[in-house]
């Protein structure tokens, strides 16, 4: 199979495969005195949109040490109107300062006309979405002049009208763009509690080749009427399904950078850097060889 890949501008620094944390100006003073490794930070790419400020400040001295990725929520990729040139001709101009080593966005949509919305909502899996989806990953990457990595979404709710299964249309926007996909399996299982599928046959259904990153997070567990619907909140560590979905993921995908996300009820760092040394030791036994590929 040959991927095209979006050119890129400049020489990146691959992140090895090992587990990275998603920043937060909480923890700088921690990290920038620490130097903890190994490690990599996420950014959000929409906290540093600004020109300048003291966060930048920190967020160059984290990167004279470490790889960084930016990971957006703003672009709005499953959107049906065209995509914000304002917000893209930030993200070029925060990307070419910083060279990160992996941009990522969400499918999903957050727009609608000038309204936005707050949460990351989900869209159909047709082909007129597929095609959309497309276009509008190839216009950002032409634009960016570098590859992103789309990721799949936690939902709430399925449409009747989706006549793609979920990890198919995943292949298929990194196959026909050229892009990479990010894994989060936190929303793996938030989306096979909430809706009753099988986890593994979605993971065995991706082509291991398009995979360049995992996202690990927490969730919450909510009921109504006695049913129990999982939240995909960020705000806990990592619990021990996911962990074993994790290892069913690395199985299949290989040994690829995996985060740690936690955006809400925001822990010590040390909480967060024992997470990813979790995830570390996970990969580690992938790469000796103790964990037995699928």
């Not at 004279?64 to 893209?88: Q, R, T």
Request: with cysteine.
């Amino acid at each position: 199979m040959t991927i095209n890949v979006p050119p890129r501008v400049f020489d990146l620094t691959p992140i090895p495969a090992v587990a990275g944390i998603g920043l937060k100006s909480e923890h700088f003073k921690d990290i920038l005195k620490n130097k903890p490794k190994p490690l990599w930070f996420e950014v959000h790419t929409e906290n540093y949109m600004s020109d300048g400020g003291p966060h930048h400040k920190r967020l160059t001295d984290i990167r004279n040490d470490y790889c960084l990725s930016f990971h957006g929520v703003s672009l709005s990729i499953g959107s049906g109107g065209p995509l914000n040139l304002s917000i893209l001709e930030r993200t070029k101009k925060l990307i070419n300062r910083y060279e990160p080593s992996l941009v990522s966005e969400h499918l999903s949509w957050s727009v609608f006309e000038q309204t936005y919305f707050n949460d990351l909502l989900p869209l159909p899996y047709t082909e007129e979405a597929l095609r959309m989806v497309i276009d509008h990953v190839n216009q950002t990457q032409n634009f960016l002049n570098r590859q992103i990595l789309i990721e799949n979404p936690s939902t709430y709710l399925q449409f009747v009208e989706s006549t793609i299964p979920e990890h198919e249309f995943f292949n298929e926007i990194a196959r026909k763009s050229g892009c990479g996909l990010l894994v989060d399996v936190n929303n793996l299982y938030v989306n096979g509690k909430n809706h009753k599928t099988n986890i593994e046959d979605w993971i065995n259904g991706i082509d291991p080749q398009l995979v360049q990153e995992i996202h690990l997070a927490g969730h919450h567990v909510n009921k109504v009427d006695g049913q129990e619907i999982l939240i995909d909140d960020h705000g806990s560590r990592v619990s021990e399904a996911v962990w074993d979905i994790y290892e069913t993921a690395l199985k299949h995908f290989g040994a690829v950078p995996s985060l740690i996300e936690w955006d809400t009820r925001l822990p010590a760092f040390d909480i967060l850097k024992a997470e990813a040394d979790k995830a570390n030791s996970i990969l580690t036994r992938l790469e000796e060889g103790d964990m037995r590929l699928a």
